[in-house]
């Protein structure tokens, strides 16, 4: 298993700048009044096809040589990594097959599709999807490219904090979710590289910790019954992420369901960020633990933005 | 007729404060860098309803005597006004009644509709709006709410600007765009009686740009032809908004079509605001006369965000 180093970031970065979008850094003067803190929040909900996930799947799609991108890209996926594969592929001209479970919400489907993505449909359980995805690229020859558990979606992925501290300068701490663990351990490459004095730290849904559990037990622990608003932080960890966070990150903070929503809320009030929930994730952490936090220059990746807003009654208020 | 003063909007700000939402001023570092000078972002893209306008119709509506509420209210837009006016009437539990052209696009209609609005179609001139309103308000006897030219709208949306100097404290600019000058008026008396230093400029696209010739003029100019991809901005001045103007609006400056486009992918890029082209103009004014902002602190208010962003090519990249 070879693991990502910070040079390769710098080569995924290189590599995808032309494509990807440098997403604003903003900062809101009642936020930081709220938290006794200077906050920097890096707004990948305004990346192309609306998360950080563009930045892996462009990073993969581009590493291919041209022979093996011929034959496409395939990955089972009902979420942002399904769409961010689907446009990175589209971008280079290149099929890209998603299984997605028959039970998949609509708009989702519909995203992919818009992106030129090829759907294949399956049963609703994780081996028909993996017994789906197998015979399709049996069938096509395409590259599976695994939402996080790839060397190349994890440099890419560690290009937002690049960016974020390019922008801040130094920082005390950087926060990002952590589900699968693809944009944790690429952020944590990253900022311990740029920033070897920063801590790095996750939030994690309380009701979906098995990373926090994991870092502690110093191996995986797969995630049970994850029962979080926090749709896109509901996987295990990969082996490959696990492999960095071991080393590269300083802590995993939980935060309850309503913490997350109070942070969904704050953040559209007070820095008019629609954040989709596992966006909200490390601000609701960070509420949960303010003392650490006081004084300190914080930035904070904001993951994604592919939310119906009209789905949750408190974000109405 | 009776025109509003700074105490006015006060009454209307008590009035409306448990309603509507107080939106975020944001700031970022790359945007300070580039036009170098300090910028706030009051965010009322992210109002209730999606506009500031819903400032407005709130303050309209409350304004009501319990008889009169019974019988609800009416207008004629096809924009944010009327979503703004239908949510403000449901919610307190009273019709709205819509005039709208059969040509108004269907999203547009549907958000009317589930905001609970009750509209009546007709053709798609000045004259059949008008007259189709005339006889829905001798029918139901409800209350028209103009859009701009009505004292207690015109209240309501100068409550934007307390909100934003209460974050920014002393400012040299604020900024708003102009259209039929219900915003620009009331964001005016509260920015002239809170900080009299601080100049009140508008931003107007060149191609509708009569509230400058107006302006200029000492007379209401009437809007002919505007073709501009600001369509919030396309309608003439009323005459109650143009009256305080007069008095209180140190400059209009206007701002080409490239340059509203322009803005729109700054906002979203550096601040990561997906504004409506009609919220991009005051920075597109900004941003073609940036001599006379250097160095100052700067409050710009975006309007709204409506906008379905695939409909523009440009935002895109």
Chains 1, 2 share one sequence.
Do not use: W
Request: some cysteine; charged content about 20%; glycine content about 8%.
């Amino acid at each position: 298993m070879q693991v990502p180093q910070f040079p390769d970031i710098l080569k995924a970065y290189s590599r995808i700048k032309p494509v990807v979008r440098r997403t604003a850094v903003i900062e809101s003067s009642s936020m930081n009044r709220l938290f006794k803190a200077q906050l920097f929040f890096k707004c990948e909900h305004q990346q192309k096809a609306g998360a950080f996930k563009f930045r892996g799947a462009t990073n993969a799609v581009l590493s291919l040589s041209e022979n093996a991108a011929q034959k496409g890209v395939a990955t089972h996926s009902s979420g942002n990594h399904a769409a961010a594969l689907a446009l990175a592929a589209s971008m280079r001209g290149i099929p890209a097959y998603i299984v997605m479970p028959e039970s998949a919400p609509e708009i989702k489907v519909k995203t992919v599709e818009q992106f030129g993505g090829s759907i294949t449909f399956c049963e609703p359980t994780l081996e028909a999807r993996e017994k789906t995805l197998e015979r399709l690229v049996a069938e096509t020859g395409a590259a599976f490219i695994h939402p996080y558990n790839n060397f190349q979606v994890i440099c890419g992925q560690g290009t937002a904090a690049i960016e974020l501290i390019e922008e801040t300068g130094t920082l005390d701490v950087v926060m990002a979710p952590v589900g699968g663990g693809g944009l944790l351990s690429g952020t944590a490459l990253s900022v311990k590289h740029l920033l070897p004095q920063c801590n790095v730290i996750a939030g994690e849904p309380k009701m979906a910790d098995d990373a926090c559990r994991s870092l502690k037990a110093g191996q995986i622990i797969p995630s049970t019954y994850p029962d979080t608003i926090a749709d896109g932080l509901r996987t295990s960890l990969g082996e490959l992420p696990f492999s960095i966070m071991r080393n590269q990150v300083d802590d995993i903070l939980t935060a309850s369901e309503d913490a997350i929503k109070a942070a969904m809320v704050l953040l559209r009030n007070h820095v008019g960020i629609l954040a989709e929930p596992s966006s909200a994730v490390p601000l609701a952490a960070l509420m949960e633990n303010r003392a650490l936090f006081e004084g300190k220059r914080i930035g904070i990746i904001i993951s994604g933005g592919n939310l119906n807003p009209d789905k949750y009654e408190f974000l109405k208020e």
